[in-house]
């Protein structure tokens, strides 16, 4: 029953490629005509309201498991402390059935839901930010939104988030960053604490209405243009174009450094629409899940709006998701050098499933696959070129999909948690992505074999 009801629910679910779990104060999520999951159903969701036709041996839940759930249920119902009501406890319940699976999957109340659909239209009230809620009720930053109340601020990735106004974050909360959220204008003092420092401190930010242009763009260098993409919304394509040709409105450029450092991913069609403006051919990236509508694959159509110009992508540790796989597209293509930092390895897709009620499950459905057949989960994308924050000195970022509890295993076997890139801020990096794409169109390479990432 349970398989028939998920290849229907499938069918019309929204699957994107995306970072964290549910914390609603960055934009990520994507349109539903967008979804590389959405196709026809599996052939049994014809069946599954037909209770005999969906017994099969794989759906059947052993009945002393349901006895032992409703054993349970009873008991807290009539003893805990204080009244529960069926509804919460059967919403907590649902909630545990998805808590652990993977960092990534979620249950999603009506509102939540509601909410991460208006910010795929890049537009919401808050400070800014990307976040994971740590098991302890504390928020850790992936990344803070360009130029948004929290980035002005001087939040950092990898920076935690341990109370908002004055009241401690605890372990069991629905969604820690609600407070997070109000009225442009109004104020949030969130206590820090961050690495290298000896106590925690107190950060005032004041709340705007983030309106996410995901794409910005310049010129470095006479003939060298620069676009960075923060995210991945249902623009984001568009908008990438218009920057392009907006740099190319002279002409054709000799070389472009494309800034991916500390995106968290998105819309993953969003990626692939991109890389395919700047492939002629090959494959984009795969999708493989355990049932056969989790399975895609995305190929590159003529025409490379750059025009064959040499190509730099720029990452780091913060790097995650629909980034990777814009980065891993161009580099197995022979496209592109990578420069920074080991990125995220944030290497599964997640589908969004509308409830009746109002609600949402987020799942993950499929793994994702490079062009030359390689996983990044839990590894990352390993650059050409190696560059280290100002200084010199290695600092490992703080969370990566390697040391997320739960996270799904990589399949090259690597070792937990000693994998992590480095956060790359500044403008340091772009200069060195400059001088990396000035190299390249000095001395075209030569086409190699792609090396696994």
Known sequence: MLCCLLALALGQGVAFAQETPPIKDAPEAPAASDSPANGTPATE??????????????????????????????????????????????????????????????????????????????????????????????????????????????????????????????????????????????????????????????????????????????????????????????????????????????????????????????????????????????????TRGREAIGNSRFDATPGDRLHGAPLVVLVDAGSASASEVLAGALHDNHRARVVGSRTFGKGSVQTLLPLDNGDSVKVTTARYFTPSGHSIQALGIVPDVELHPDGGQRRPAPVSEAVLPGHLASEAGAMEGDNAGEVLPGEAPIAAALAELKRMVAQPALPQESRPL
């Open 45 to 286: 969701s014809g069946d599954a309201e037909d209770p005999d036709t969906a017994q099969t041996a794989n759906a059947k839940v052993p009945l002393d498991e349901i006895r032992r759930f409703v054993t349970v249920f009873n008991a807290v119902r009539q003893a805990y402390v204080d009244p529960v009501d069926d509804h919460v406890l059967m919403r907590a319940a649902i909630r545990g059935l998805l808590l652990d699976l993977d960092p990534h999957s979620a249950y999603m109340e009506k509102s939540d839901a509601e909410q991460f659909s208006e910010q795929t239209r890049g537009s919401y009230d808050g400070v800014g930010l990307e976040l994971q809620q740590l098991p302890d009720g504390s928020l850790r930053i992936v990344a803070p939104i360009d130029d948004a109340p929290a980035a002005r601020a001087g939040l950092r990735s990898g920076d935690r988030i341990i109370a908002i106004d004055g009241k401690l974050l605890r372990a069991g909360q629905n969604d820690g960053s609600e407070p997070l959220r109000g009225a442009a204008g109004s104020k949030v003092t969130v206590k820090i604490v961050r690495a290298g420092k000896p106590a925690p401190f107190d950060v005032t930010l004041t709340r705007a209405t983030i309106r996410t242009a995901s794409v910005r763009g310049r010129v470095l260098a006479p003939g060298y243009g620069y676009i960075r993409i923060s995210s991945f919304q249902a623009s984001t394509a568009d908008e990438f174009v218009k920057q392009l040709d907006a740099l190319q409105k002279d002409g054709p450029l000799h070389g472009l450094v494309l800034d991916l450092r500390s995106n968290p991913g998105g819309l993953l069609v969003g990626a692939v629409q991109i890389a395919d403006e700047l492939l002629d051919s090959g494959i984009i990236v795969t």
